[in-house]
Structure formats: structure tokens, C-alpha cells
């Protein structure tokens, strides 16, 4: 395969980067040359990987961030300011899955973490983002939403519902930002082996082996398989690629 071109001495963030699919894909910036901000709730994590990052010869930055909490999140950016004083990338991949149950017994409380989250969190993040690639003469945002945002899936009301909405606001900031070279996509991930899925098949062997034949590909995917498109989709091959909603998901939503 031939190298990801990305620009040079690039500065990427990757928001919930310190585990599971995040963390790939700080790893697989740093891999194509790109300094990285992590950003997560998890510090110990996060100080590892920055470390981590730095023995493959990159600057890292890890910024304990809460994206659902707007002073968080203009911390954030404030960090990455002062640090590197430019933004070129930025995946916004700090997601929960939240309580599983059908649509009434939802409760008003998880409805609303989960697009606090996923939903509003990744909003703040764009809003922030945005003229920082401007002012470096545009850039590159990918959204990690999931199948879940373009189809439905019975017991998790908010989470697809929230997932929705980040395809939208990926189509509507890609329309917005075109013309100021700033590119924005969104990637849609059948289930990856995590945590977040080992929390949503409780690791039961049964279970996992229906997750696994959701996907015509007849396996889930691999952080590292997400974390490949994901820095494609922000590198020059992808450059005429904005306000799509790639399915990485074994052919998943294909049937
Ligand atoms: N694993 C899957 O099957 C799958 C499928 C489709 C989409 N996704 C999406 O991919 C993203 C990553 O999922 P994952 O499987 O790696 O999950 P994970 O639970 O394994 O890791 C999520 C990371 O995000 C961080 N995080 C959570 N809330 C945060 C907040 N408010 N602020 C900052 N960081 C926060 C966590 O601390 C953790 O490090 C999520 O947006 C998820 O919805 C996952």
C-alpha cells in the first residue's frame, strides 16, 4: 500500500483518542506523520498513549476534555492554541452507546446524555474547529457516526438517533466549508470489537456471534480497519471526498 499523504508537520485531534476505535486512530495519524492531540476523560490512558506517540517520533498532546461540557471544550482548543498554534485534522470521536431498551422505556435522563454526548459534544467540537482550519487555510474533519445513523436498530433509541444527527451535521458543515478547502465526512462503523461493544453484547459468545453475522463479512471489524479509512478520508487521496457517510461495516448496510 502506498504511503497516506498528509500535509506536512500536520497537527491532528482525535476527542475520546485515549481507547478503543480513538485510540487507533491517533496511533494511525502519528503513523502518517501528523503531531496528535488526544482528548478524553481518561487520563491515565490518554498520558500513556501520548507517550506512546512520542516513541514513534511525533509531538503528542493529551488534554483531559469533556466534549458534552462547552467550557471543556473551549479548554480544549484553548490547549491545542497555545501547544502547536494550528489544527489540520480532526476526527470527533468521543461517543457513549448508552442503556439498552425499546423507545418508551428510554428515560429522559439517558436520552439526553447521549446526544449530550454524542450529538451536542461533537457539535461544540465542529464549532470550535472549524475556524482554526480556516485560519490554516482549511483541513480536514471526519465525525465517527456508525450504521446506526443510517439505519435503525431496536433498542438503542438515542444512540440512533444521535448518530443520525451527526450525519446531518456532517452534510450541512461539509456544504457550508467547501469553498474554504475544509473537507467533512463522516465514517459510519459496523460493530468493532471494544469495549463499548464487549458492554453491548455482555462478551456472551452467543450474542457476539449474532453481532458478527450482521455483517455479510460474516466477523466485526478492527479499530485499526476504521482508523485506516479515517485517515485516508483526511489525507490527499480522499481530496474531493466531502460530506459522505462511509459505511465500514463488512457490507453491513449493503443488504
Ligand atoms: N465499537 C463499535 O462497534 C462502534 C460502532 C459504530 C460507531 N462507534 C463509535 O465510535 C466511537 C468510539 O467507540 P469505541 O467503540 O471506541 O468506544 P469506547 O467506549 O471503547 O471508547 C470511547 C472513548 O471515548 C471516551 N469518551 C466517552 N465520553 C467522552 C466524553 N464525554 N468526552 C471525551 N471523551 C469521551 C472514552 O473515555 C473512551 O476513551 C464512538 O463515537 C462510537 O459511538 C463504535
Known sequence: ???????????????GGARGIGR??????????????????????????????????RQ????????????????????IDRRFG?????????GIEGA???????????????????????FLCMRGQIPRLIAGGGGAIVNMASVAGLVGFAGL???CASKGGVVQLTRTAALEYAEQNIR????????????????????????VRQFELLHPMGRMGTSEEVAGTT??????GAAFITGQALAVDGGMVAR
Not at 35 to 42: F, I, T
Not at 65 to 79: E, F, I, K, Q, W
Open 184 to 207: 467533512v465526512n463522516a465514517v459510519c462503523p459496523g460493530a468493532i470489537r471494544t469495549e463499548m461493544i464487549d458492554r453491548i453484547t455482555g462478551t456472551d459468545p452467543e450474542t
Open 86 to 94: 494550528r489544527l489540520d485534522y480532526a476526527c470527533n470521536n468521543a
Open 24 to 57: 487507533s486512530v491517533a496511533l494511525a495519524f502519528a503513523r502518517a506523520g501528523a503531531d496528535v492531540v488526544v482528548a478524553d476523560l481518561h487520563d491515565s490512558d490518554g498520558e500513556a498513549l501520548a507517550e506512546e506517540i512520542a516513541g514513534l517520533g
Open 231 to 236: 485517515v485516508w478520508l483526511c489525507s490527499e
Open 100 to 122: 439498552q431498551g425499546p423507545t418508551a422505556e428510554c428515560s429522559l435522563e439517558n436520552f439526553d446524555r447521549v446526544i449530550g454526548v454524542n450529538l451536542r459534544g461533537l
Open 60 to 79: 503528542a498532546l493529551f488534554v483531559h476534555a469533556d466534549v458534552s461540557d462547552a467550557a471543556g471544550v473551549t479548554a480544549m482548543l484553548a490547549a
Open 1 to 15: 500500500m502506498s504511503r497516506i499523504e498528509l500535509r506536512k508537520d500536520a497537527v491532528a485531534l482525535v476527542t
Open 157 to 159: 433509541p438515542a444512540y
